[in-house]
């Protein structure tokens, strides 16, 4: 069964510290993996999308990190800020049609404290 | 930022009325999607559309309808509103590559009396 658990369900830091969001997939054959941000209230909003044959990508203080072969990601925060409080979503793609269907997780939900 | 627009943002209605919840992208994109968000739980696809005239019901079975008459709108009907369809409604679009981007609406927050 193709899934996508996230990790950990919340996460309270405080302001200026780094955190790392986890995701592992089942999900195969696998096409991409994205990264969302999901302020209360809003739709989301992707922060990285990333294919089998990339392992890094960065968007600001926002850097993702995927290993293909364990079939896990993370997300990691740099010097976070209050404006970083939200969930983030861990999405997974397979290449099972010509769009790929989305898997989504159920989302990390950070809080960063003043 | 993303041009696509979701109305109305939030909706409280009594059981039993239909009500229509409008999607509008100004991107030119083809593929719509209609997903279901509950507090703490992952998107769930009801509807989506590959172009004017095409319309399928996603993984989670919903009671609602949709309709694309034109590119840029995607509405979706609920003929009679139950409590049970109180929900977050999340409208999106993509250009349609396999790696291509997933705009997302505002969203409406649908409460259901």
């Known amino acids: 069964k193709n899934q996508v658990e996230q990790s950990p369900q919340s996460l309270i830091i405080l302001e200026g510290k780094n955190c790392t969001l986890q995701c592992n997939y089942t999900v195969s054959p696998f096409s991409n993996l994205r990264w969302y941000k999901q302020d209360t209230g809003r739709g989301p909003v992707s922060l990285t999308i990333m294919t089998f044959s990339e392992n890094t990508k960065s968007n600001g203080r926002y850097t993702a990190t995927l290993d293909a072969d364990t079939k896990q990601s993370s997300l990691h925060i740099t010097a976070s800020q209050l404006s970083d409080s939200a969930s983030y979503i861990c999405v997974v793609s397979d290449r099972g049609s010509t769009l790929g269907r989305l898997y989504f997780g159920r989302g990390t939900q950070l809080t960063v404290w003043p | 930022e993303a041009d696509i627009y979701q109305t109305p943002r939030y909706l409280v209605i009594g059981t039993g009325k239909k009500i229509t919840l409008e999607c509008s992208q100004t991107?030119?994109?083809?593929?719509m999607y209609w997903y279901q968000q509950d507090p703490g739980m992952e998107l769930h696809l009801i509807h989506y559309?590959?172009?004017?005239?095409?319309?399928e019901k996603g993984d989670l079975s919903s009671e609602s309808t949709v309709s694309r008459i034109r590119t840029e709108h995607f509405p979706l009907t609920l003929e009679s509103a139950r409590p049970s369809h109180t929900s977050q409604y999340l409208c999106?679009?993509?250009?349609?590559?396999?790696?291509?981007?997933?705009?997302f609406g505002e969203g409406s927050r649908l409460t259901v009396l």
């Open positions: 991107m030119g994109h083809d593929k």
């Open positions: 999106a679009s993509s250009s349609g590559q396999r790696t291509g981007e997933l705009f």
């Open positions: 559309s590959y172009g004017v005239n095409s319309t």
